[in-house]
């Protein structure tokens, strides 16, 4: 079974907006810290944002900070990231990904200890 799967990429202009989505199949978020990553052509994944539900406030790296915002569905299976004002650098595949417990790192390897990650989602801004 597919565990996450995100959808909402596309090509946007420089400036724009796009809402991505990551679904939940067999759990919820609820005892899951969750992260939203990235990973351009030639370069590492890298975190954008993570967050367990009720526990931090949500961690964003400062190239995203004030654009991305993070915010779990009521139902707690799905997970959102919101990017607005979006520049050309943003482009990648964009993943979520899932590990039980508490959000210590926003870190590709810290959450490839955990549970899931998705399919990921292709992202591309144009100038």
């Known amino acids: 079974d597919v565990e996450l799967v995100e959808s909402g990429g596309g090509l946007v202009q420089a400036g724009g907006s796009l809402r991505l989505s990551c679904a939940a199949s067999?759990?919820?978020?609820?005892?899951?810290?969750i992260g939203w990553f990235r990973q351009a052509p030639g370069k590492e994944r890298e975190g954008v944002s993570c967050i367990r539900d009720g526990i931090n406030t949500p961690y964003y790296p400062d190239s995203v900070k004030g654009r991305f915002t993070v915010s779990i569905g009521d139902a707690k299976d799905t997970v959102y990231l919101q990017m607005n004002s979006l520049k050309p650098d943003d482009t990648g595949i964009y993943y979520c990904?899932?590990?039980?417990?508490?959000?210590?790192?926003?870190?590709?390897?810290?959450?490839?200890?955990?549970?899931?990650w998705g399919q990921g989602t292709q992202v591309t801004v144009s100038s």
């Open positions: 990904a899932a590990r039980r417990g508490p959000v210590t790192h926003c870190s590709a390897k810290y959450f490839n200890s955990g549970d899931y």
């Open positions: 067999g759990f919820t978020f609820d005892d899951y810290a």
